[in-house]
């Protein structure tokens, strides 16, 4: 079993739909969850972090925890063609030394 | 403010040449990594630094050393390529100040080995 998975899609929406993006991750002790963006052929730059069960909401941007099933997942709102990309998922046991675990990453595509 | 940079952007290599990747960061990072990242294995962590003078290997370490030259430096070394080895390598740096965890990457080298 992979520490962190996700469905590598692609994932396709009309753009000013929902998108939900899912991971799920196999060691309980993780404590960091992250969610970065990449563009094709750029680097990963993060846009959301979330550390405590529940929602954390940034904009059009929410991310969803949930340690007891071990899922996370970002929603994107209004999602736009500029949104398209691939979105890692990445967790981080309970040390900060701990390595950040990726995954393989969903790529979406929005359709205008 | 460069943040992470990489050298070189690209090359091309002949199995068994070495080759060393440079990168530093001018954020004042105690952390660096090395990832390399291939068609639908994500990003797969080599070796990384914690703090200077720190190097610990990673998930696919086999065929490369690295050298944490000072703070700002860190550098990966191929001493004989593989075709195994043709990827997208991302340096990255990381505060690592209570569990934050935001790793800021470089652009990337492409590294294709014939």
């Known amino acids: 079993q992979k520490e962190v998975e996700q469905n590598s899609g692609p994932l396709s929406v009309p753009e000013g739909a929902i998108a939900s993006l899912n991971c799920t991750y196999s060691?309980?002790?993780?404590?960091?969850f992250f969610w970065y963006r990449q563009y094709s052929g750029k680097s990963p730059e993060l846009i959301m972090s979330?550390?405590?069960?529940g929602d954390k909401e940034d904009g059009r941007f929410t991310a969803q925890l949930n340690k007891a099933s071990q899922y996370v997942s970002l929603l994107i709102r209004d999602s736009q063609p500029s949104d398209s990309a691939t979105y890692l998922c990445?967790?981080?046991?309970?040390?900060?030394?701990?390595?950040?675990?990726f995954g393989t990453g969903t790529l979406l595509a929005v359709q205008p | 403010n460069a943040g992470v940079t990489q050298t070189p952007k690209f090359q091309v290599l002949k199995t068994g040449q070495s080759m060393t990747l440079q990168c530093a960061q001018d954020?004042?990072?105690?952390?660096m990594y090395w990832y390399r990242q291939d068609p639908g294995m994500g990003l797969r962590l080599i070796y990384y630094?914690?703090?200077?003078?720190?190097?610990d290997k990673g998930e696919v370490p086999n065929g490369y050393n690295v050298s944490r030259l000072n703070k700002r430096e860190f550098s990966l070394r191929l001493e004989s390529a593989a075709p195994s080895q043709t990827s997208v390598y991302f340096c990255?740096?990381?505060?690592?100040?209570?569990?934050?965890?935001?790793?800021?990457f470089g652009e990337g080298s492409r590294l294709t080995v014939l």
């Open positions: 990255a740096s990381s505060e690592n100040r209570g569990n934050t965890g935001e790793l800021f």
């Open positions: 060691d309980r002790g993780s404590q960091s």
């Open positions: 979330i550390y405590s069960n």
């Open positions: 990445a967790v981080r046991g309970w040390s900060a030394t701990n390595k950040l675990i």
């Open positions: 954020m004042n990072h105690n952390s």
């Open positions: 630094s914690a703090s200077e003078g720190t190097t």
